[in-house]
Protein backbone atom coordinates (compact mmCIF):
# COMPACT_ATOMS: atom_id res chain seq x y z
CA UNK A 1 0.00 0.00 0.00
CA UNK A 2 1.43 3.35 -0.89
CA UNK A 3 2.18 5.89 1.53
CA UNK A 4 3.53 9.54 1.32
CA UNK A 5 5.53 11.09 4.15
CA UNK A 6 6.27 15.25 3.52
CA UNK A 7 9.59 17.35 4.70
CA UNK A 8 10.59 20.16 4.36
CA UNK A 9 8.70 22.67 5.66
CA UNK A 10 9.26 25.55 8.31
CA UNK A 11 9.89 29.21 8.79
CA UNK A 12 10.73 31.04 6.46
CA UNK A 13 11.36 34.78 5.57
CA UNK A 14 9.94 36.73 3.21
CA UNK A 15 11.73 36.15 -0.56
CA UNK A 16 12.65 33.19 0.87
CA UNK A 17 12.52 29.79 -0.64
CA UNK A 18 12.39 25.79 0.21
CA UNK A 19 11.84 22.79 -0.85
CA UNK A 20 9.21 20.79 0.20
CA UNK A 21 9.95 16.22 -0.21
CA UNK A 22 7.18 13.92 -0.60
CA UNK A 23 8.71 10.33 0.40
CA UNK A 24 6.79 7.43 -1.18
CA UNK A 25 6.93 3.75 0.09
CA UNK A 26 5.00 1.25 -0.29
CA UNK A 27 4.81 1.38 -4.70
CA UNK A 28 6.49 3.05 -7.05
CA UNK A 29 5.72 6.37 -7.92
CA UNK A 30 5.94 5.96 -11.34
CA UNK A 31 2.45 4.73 -11.17
CA UNK A 32 0.91 7.53 -9.84
CA UNK A 33 0.01 11.50 -10.88
CA UNK A 34 1.74 13.07 -7.63
CA UNK A 35 -0.39 16.84 -6.18
CA UNK A 36 0.79 19.27 -4.27
CA UNK A 37 -1.68 20.71 -1.96
CA UNK A 38 -1.78 23.30 0.73
CA UNK A 39 -4.66 24.08 3.08
CA UNK A 40 -5.06 27.09 5.62
CA UNK A 41 -7.57 26.66 8.93
CA UNK A 42 -11.18 26.96 7.47
CA UNK A 43 -10.10 26.97 4.02
CA UNK A 44 -10.64 24.11 1.22
CA UNK A 45 -7.38 22.44 0.38
CA UNK A 46 -5.90 24.16 -2.69
CA UNK A 47 -4.16 22.54 -5.30
CA UNK A 48 -0.81 23.96 -5.79
CA UNK A 49 0.82 21.63 -8.72
CA UNK A 50 0.73 17.97 -10.34
CA UNK A 51 3.50 16.02 -11.97
CA UNK A 52 3.53 12.46 -13.49
CA UNK A 53 6.18 10.60 -14.78
CA UNK A 54 6.40 11.37 -18.53
CA UNK A 55 7.02 14.95 -17.21
CA UNK A 56 3.83 16.46 -17.56
CA UNK A 57 3.77 19.82 -14.91
CA UNK A 58 0.88 22.06 -14.16
CA UNK A 59 0.97 24.78 -11.39
CA UNK A 60 -1.86 26.76 -9.68
CA UNK A 61 -1.51 30.81 -10.57
CA UNK A 62 -0.85 31.33 -7.46
CA UNK A 63 2.61 29.59 -7.56
CA UNK A 64 3.24 29.70 -11.23
CA UNK A 65 6.78 31.59 -12.29
CA UNK A 66 8.50 30.13 -8.67
CA UNK A 67 7.25 27.03 -8.50
CA UNK A 68 9.01 23.83 -9.55
CA UNK A 69 7.83 20.11 -9.54
CA UNK A 70 9.91 17.39 -10.06
CA UNK A 71 10.52 13.81 -9.17
CA UNK A 72 13.84 11.65 -8.36
CA UNK A 73 12.74 7.85 -9.40
CA UNK A 74 15.78 6.34 -7.36
CA UNK A 75 14.29 8.14 -4.16
CA UNK A 76 10.81 7.33 -4.92
CA UNK A 77 10.56 11.41 -4.26
CA UNK A 78 8.82 13.67 -5.69
CA UNK A 79 9.96 17.82 -5.09
CA UNK A 80 8.13 20.91 -5.06
CA UNK A 81 10.31 23.98 -4.85
CA UNK A 82 8.76 27.25 -4.19
CA UNK A 83 10.91 30.39 -4.64
CA UNK A 84 10.16 34.04 -3.54
CA UNK A 85 7.91 32.87 -0.72
CA UNK A 86 4.82 34.92 0.39
CA UNK A 87 3.11 35.32 3.43
CA UNK A 88 -0.15 33.94 1.93
CA UNK A 89 2.00 31.04 0.67
CA UNK A 90 1.84 30.09 4.52
CA UNK A 91 -0.23 26.97 4.67
CA UNK A 92 -0.17 23.14 6.24
CA UNK A 93 1.47 21.17 2.42
CA UNK A 94 0.10 17.72 1.75
CA UNK A 95 1.11 15.21 -1.01
CA UNK A 96 -1.07 12.68 -2.65
CA UNK A 97 -1.47 10.16 -5.46
CA UNK A 98 -3.85 10.13 -7.74
CA UNK A 99 -4.46 8.76 -12.00
CA UNK A 100 -1.43 10.03 -14.08
CA UNK A 101 -4.50 10.94 -16.48
CA UNK A 102 -5.16 13.63 -14.67
CA UNK A 103 -5.85 17.34 -16.72
CA UNK A 104 -4.62 20.70 -15.87
CA UNK A 105 -8.19 21.24 -13.87
CA UNK A 106 -8.81 18.17 -12.33
CA UNK A 107 -5.19 17.82 -10.95
CA UNK A 108 -5.87 20.65 -8.48
CA UNK A 109 -9.29 19.23 -7.14
CA UNK A 110 -8.50 16.88 -4.23
CA UNK A 111 -11.36 14.48 -4.64
CA UNK A 112 -8.95 12.81 -7.38
CA UNK A 113 -6.63 11.22 -5.31
CA UNK A 114 -6.61 9.14 -2.81
CA UNK A 115 -3.64 8.38 -0.66
CA UNK A 116 -2.55 11.53 1.06
CA UNK A 117 0.81 11.95 3.44
CA UNK A 118 0.53 13.76 6.95
CA UNK A 119 1.27 17.26 5.64
CA UNK A 120 4.17 19.75 6.49
CA UNK A 121 3.85 23.13 7.82
CA UNK A 122 4.87 26.12 5.75
CA UNK A 123 4.97 29.94 7.83
CA UNK A 124 6.27 32.62 5.48
CA UNK A 125 6.77 35.86 8.43
CA UNK A 126 9.48 37.99 9.25
Known amino acids: QLQLVESGGGLVQPGGSLRLSCAAS????????IGWFRQVPGKSREGVSY???????YYADSVKGRSTISRDNAKNTVYLQINSLKPEDTAVYYC????????????????????WGQGTQVTVSS
Open 26 to 33: GSSLDYYG
Open 96 to 115: AAGSTQLGRISSMRSQYFGS
Open 51 to 57: STKDGTA
